[in-house]
């Protein structure tokens, strides 16, 4: 069973509205290399995980997959605070994209002219299961052979794809919310980048100089910088509550990515970054209660926290 803390992993710069930088972001989250992807597929193959002796790659598996639930959060928050008031967002004088809203125009005139007008049609100012391109997110993406050294393999294509395409990510905007995030992604893909090419090195493949993938290090980017310095790429959390995961065993030992680190698989969750609720957006019609359907809300609301159980506190 899987628990929420109302954290977010990393924190979300503040920065202006950017309704084309959160459609490329739809790429980092349901496009083929995407966050939803890492998270389907990893669940996928700890799920049908065989092999009671193979257990520590099991629970390396299922321990990134419980990360990129965390990473579809924090995507998904990102696109939708980028997209949040973008329609009435006045925006500098020399950016484009900021024009929409100005001069009197309809209140979702920006859909008509800028990034994807689902964005403003389908949902309300949020985050959508799609790529870039607007094409829905696919289960057929997942992989998941039942072959531990082939899923390792496609586990690692995917990490490098995703981390490849986040530094182009990162050239195409200098938006704060944007690149916080990207900037992030970039990291942690390289964690799992070496925790696969760790495991696989368990199962007798040499590495040689091949990563990280890309070659061109993350670290030109001075918000990557700072969190390489920190170390974590050599990180992997196990996100394990019942302190029963064995992944510990497999991520360890000099770093694949040759940078002179030592793998740390002993922690069990980042610290976090604390997480709040996006503000009403009327012109959406969102959430669009009015006063009396609101007061009931909050009766309800009430009525239910009394009866929550303590029992699972937040983690330790
Ligand atoms: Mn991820
Ligand atoms: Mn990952």
């Known amino acids: 069973m899987y628990f929420h803390l109302q954290q977010w992993i990393n924190e979300i710069a503040e920065d202006e509205p950017d309704p084309a930088a959160a459609n490329a972001l739809q790429e980092g989250l349901g496009g083929q290399f995407g966050e939803m992807r890492t998270m389907m597929q990893y669940l996928f193959q700890s799920i049908n995980f065989r092999g009671p002796s193979g257990k520590p790659y099991r629970d390396l598996i299922q321990g990134i997959g419980t990360e990129e639930i965390s990473h579809v959060e924090l995507i998904g928050t990102t696109i939708s605070r980028l997209l ?37 049609l ?77 495991a696989l090195e368990t199962l007798g493949v040499n590495w040689q100089t091949a990563l990280p993938i890309p070659k061109t290090n993350g670290e030109q980017f001075p918000e990557v910088k700072e969190l390489v310095e920190r170390g974590l790429q050599s990180v992997q959390y196990t996100f394990d509550l019942g302190n029963q995961s064995e992944a510990g065993r497999i991520f360890q030992g000099a770093s694949p990515s040759n940078d002179g680190t030592d793998l740390d698989g002993s922690r069990q969750a980042p610290a976090g970054a604390p997480s709040f609720i996006a503000p009403e957006r009327f012109e959406e019609f969102s959430p669009g209660t009015d006063a009396e359907l609101r007061k009931l809300i909050e009766a309800t609301a009430e009525m239910e926290m009394a009866d929550i159980d303590l029992t699972f506190g937040a983690m330790k």
């Not at 484009?96 to 920006?110: E, H, K, M, N, R």
């Not at 696919?138 to 039942?146: A, E, L, Q």
């Open 84 to 120: 949040d008031g973008s329609p009435a967002y006045q925006g500098s004088s020399t950016d484009p994209v900021d024009q929409p809203g100005a001069g009197g125009a309809t209140p979702l005139s920006i859909a008509m002219s800028e990034s994807n007008i689902h964005h403003y």
């Open 122 to 198: 389908v949902g309300a100012q949020g985050a959508l299961p799609v790529d870039a391109a607007g094409n829905p997110w696919s289960g057929s993406y997942v992989y998941n052979s039942g072959n531990l050294v082939l899923d390792l393999l496609y586990n690692l294509m995917l990490e490098s794809t995703g981390r490849l395409q986040k530094c182009r990510l990162y050239e195409m905007t200098s938006n704060k919310t944007a690149r916080s995030t990207i900037s992030y992604l970039i990291v942690r893909d390289q964690a799992h980048e070496n925790a696969f090419a760790r």
